[in-house]
């Protein structure tokens, strides 16, 4: 069970970095394409400028981190044949088998 925790922990981690480094760069991108100038940093900017990026960037790593978390758990769960740990209730109601099936078909 040790071994199971620790090797989920390294498959999140693992998906939670790889989408949310795409998230910031996405984000990044969409700034630059909407405003026409880099994002706000080191004080740069005004207060609505700098409210604005933060509420981008905050809600693209949530948006991410549930993405990643799903993902990884789905792909946890078809290539063990077992639910991470965490994620029983899910596998037993079977919405983390839709979200594999979805991506699948």
Do not use: C, H, N
């Amino acid at each position: 069970m040790i071994g199971a925790k620790i090797g989920w922990k390294l498959v999140q981690a693992a998906f939670t970095i790889v989408v949310g480094l795409a998230a910031s760069k996405a984000v990044t991108t969409a700034w630059k394409l909407g405003s026409g100038g880099k994002p706000p940093k080191d004080g740069t900017g005004g207060y609505a400028e700098v409210i604005t990026w933060a509420a981008a960037s905050a809600g693209a790593a949530a948006a991410a981190r549930l993405f990643a978390e799903r993902r990884a758990a789905a792909y946890w769960l078809k290539s063990t044949g077992y639910a991470p740990p965490g994620y029983e209730q899910a596998a037993a109601d079977g919405s983390l088998l839709k979200s594999i099936s979805k991506k699948d078909d």
